[in-house]
């Protein structure tokens, strides 16, 4: 494939209670070293965390920023045919270098929802640790991630034109779509008018595939009872929490509906 994903990155207020609640429930592993604190000190006992595929960074909240899934990122084969091909079909969008600490991404982008996108080559220098590694095989990895959007076909043909992205067959339903690198998939969500949350283009969720739902909800439990801060808050209370649920619930890459410790959406699929 040209493209494949290979970074997602969170915003938090604490790296800790999120770093366990991964590294416990699916088995995600550091590979880099060293990010900034709540101090705005370089911490070496801090990492992006990876399932074996996808690099995960947990990024601290600085004031201007919002916690909550933030980007993710595409490895590509050559960077400058897909800068060309953005350049040539979607000149409005916005591409920026990448911050030069930065251990994984070349570029950052907007997709026609405005999420940012990091992009990465292999072989490239500022590519470095475990995002130059092949990295290994688990039981629990990262599956896909949701993106609203108030055109989804519009996204989609983005995704197929810019990453060479392919439909995953049958995926196709109320009116979204479903795009894969061959391992991890990008859905994509109409926007709806049921909440202020499905009104809002961009990140929606993500999703990891276990060996066994039951088993990993078990787990969760475990955690939360062990180490309560750890725990994942619930969805359905509030105002919105029942239909943000049921949102959640309704993508078709999904089967529990669940949260990490700082509420930001997950599915988990087997």
Not at 48 to 56: A, K, L, Q, T
Not at 127 to 153: C, F, K, M, T
Not at 234 to 244: A, V, Y
């Amino acid at each position: 494939m040209f493209a494949r994903i290979r970074h997602v990155a969170i915003i938090t207020e604490n790296y800790q209670r999120m770093a366990k609640f991964y590294q416990t429930i699916f088995g995600m592993k550091k590979i880099t070293s060293g990010m900034t604190d709540e101090k705005g000190d370089y911490n070496p006992d801090r990492g992006h965390i990876s399932d074996g595929v996808i690099g995960m960074a947990l990024l601290q909240r600085h004031p201007g920023n919002r916690s909550g899934i933030d980007h993710y990122g595409f490895e590509v084969q050559d960077i400058d045919t897909l800068l060309g091909r953005v350049k040539a079909r979607y000149p409005e969008l916005r591409v920026i270098t990448s911050l030069e600490h930065v251990p994984f991404s070349v570029a950052r982008m907007l997709d026609p929802a405005g999420t940012h996108i990091d992009v990465s080559q292999q072989g490239v220098a500022k590519v470095r640790e475990g995002y130059l590694e092949g990295g290994w095989d688990q039981p629990r990895q990262l599956s896909h991630v949701a993106i609203r959007s108030a055109n989804p076909a519009k996204l989609a043909e983005f995704y197929r034109e810019v990453f060479e992205l392919k439909p995953v067959e049958g995926s196709t339903e109320n009116g979204g779509f479903c795009l894969t690198d061959g391992k991890v998939s990008v859905a994509i969500l109409p926007c709806g008018k049921t909440s202020y949350k499905a009104m809002t283009e961009g990140l929606d969720h993500i999703g990891f595939k276990v060996e066994g739902v039951e088993k990993a909800k078990e787990e969760i439990e475990a955690l939360s009872k062990s180490s309560p801060e750890s725990a994942p808050r619930k969805i359905d209370i509030g105002r919105f929490g029942p239909t943000t649920k049921k949102e959640l619930a309704a993508c078709a890459m999904g089967q529990h509906p669940t949260t990490d410790p700082d509420g930001n959406l997950l599915d988990l699929l087997q």
